[in-house]
């Protein structure tokens, strides 16, 4: 593995193909939120077929929590595409077929002469790519237990969220902070939520965040320093039907 894929340093934007064909990088699949990133040896691993099971599984607790997950392997798009829906994972799977970039990051399984794959590293990222955690799980018990990523997350949100705390917050407010960020607010001018801005800063009433889930967008409210406070506009919705996305029980 190379040096400087330690902890406390950002992590390589990688651009590659996934099961489409379609080009991503890492930064625009975690859309500046925390990233639990494989490398995985190959669909034909029963080992790895168990960890990306385990995947899955979580899948839906990461992004409740917006979290992303990506998984990078050797093989061909049109064989991750496969993989990708025998598994019903429902994130990207990107494709390094030449191996140029386990190669630049060291990441290639020396031992495996058949299929020259990834080791199986998995790369906790907060929302900066910032490394927070590294396991090598070429014994399959080094891979990072579900208990252990989601303890990893906590700590980002707890770090990156002020509201981790919310009542302390409400009550004495957050500290500033020394990047720009956008923050969310209710009508009240509660925080809910933060993220940091990249590009040009949006004068007070452009939207900004997309719509939240009751339909209103979020426009920029005021502006302090390097903090957009965000709240939305139109009327609160007062209907008792609940419009967040629920899943059926399996």
Not at 11 to 36: K, W, Y
Request: proline share 9%; hydrophobic share 35%.
């Amino acid at each position: 593995m190379r040096a400087d894929l330690a902890p406390g340093n950002v992590f390589p934007d990688l651009r590659l193909p996934e099961h489409t064909g379609e080009e991503l990088t890492l930064s625009g699949i975690a859309g500046a939120q925390p990233l639990v990133l494989c490398f995985v040896r190959g669909w034909w691993c029963p080992k790895e077929q168990v960890r990306l099971r385990t995947l899955v599984d979580m899948q839906e607790e990461l992004q409740r929590e917006y979290g992303r997950v990506a998984v990078v392997t050797v093989d061909p798009p049109s064989v991750n595409g496969a993989f990708r829906a025998g598994l019903g994972a429902g994130f990207p799977f990107l494709s390094d077929e030449a191996r140029r970039v386990a190669a630049e990051l060291d990441l290639l399984e020396e031992t495996d002469g058949k299929h020259r794959p990834f080791l199986p590293f998995t790369f906790l990222l907060d929302s900066r790519r910032v490394v927070r955690g590294v396991w090598c799980g070429f014994w399959f018990r080094g891979n990072p237990t579900p208990e252990e990523l989601r303890q990893g997350l906590r700590a980002i949100t707890r770090d990156e969220q002020p509201t981790f705390e919310p009542q302390r917050v409400w009550r004495e407010g957050a500290e500033p902070t020394a990047e720009r960020v956008w923050i969310k607010e209710d009508d009240q001018g509660r925080e809910i939520q933060r993220g940091r801005h990249e590009g040009p800063v949006p004068g007070v009433g452009e939207p900004l965040g997309g719509e939240g889930v009751d339909g209103r967008p979020w426009l920029v409210h005021r502006v302090e320093g390097d903090e957009l406070h965000l709240r939305k506009e139109g009327e609160p919705d007062r209907s008792p039907l609940v419009r967040h996305h629920v899943t059926a029980p399996r």
